[in-house]
């Protein structure tokens, strides 16, 4: 599986972005896709995760009611769309593909990252 993000940037606080992931290889049904974002020094944590059918999805608290996560099968792109941005949500911001996802919220396959940063 490979992963391609994009759509990272530099906007102000209240405002809003939209991450792009775009997935390609075989059998992708198979795995549950995710966002998570990782500070320096720190570990990667989830953000939003969602099942390849898009029926089933996990947020962080921490961006519930902000932070929506979609996929578009046909086109093999995933979407984190980011309103209401806050400072605290400025770090990288990586895309996965997992087997269990969802479940374990941990990543098998890795997009680059992109840098989101929210100004005060």
């Known amino acids: 599986v490979q992963l391609q993000a994009s759509g990272g940037g530099l906007v102000q606080a209240g405002g809003s972005l939209r991450l792009s992931c775009g997935a390609s290889?075989?059998?992708?049904?198979?795995?549950?896709m995710g966002w998570f974002r990782q500070a320096p020094g720190k570990e990667r944590h989830i953000v939003a995760g969602?099942?390849?059918?898009?029926?089933?999805?996990v947020y962080a608290d921490s961006v519930k009611g902000r932070f929506t996560i979609s996929v578009d099968n046909a086109k093999n792109t995933v979407y984190l769309q980011m309103n209401s941005l806050k400072p605290e949500d400025t770090d990288v911001y990586y895309c996965?593909?997992?087997?269990?996802?969802?479940?374990?919220?941990?990543?098998?396959?890795w997009g680059q990252g992109t840098l989101v940063t929210v100004s005060r």
């Open positions: 290889g075989r059998t992708l049904s198979r795995y549950d």
């Open positions: 969602i099942s390849w059918s898009g029926d089933s999805t």
């Open positions: 996965a593909a997992g087997y269990r996802l969802l479940r374990v919220q941990r990543g098998d396959y």
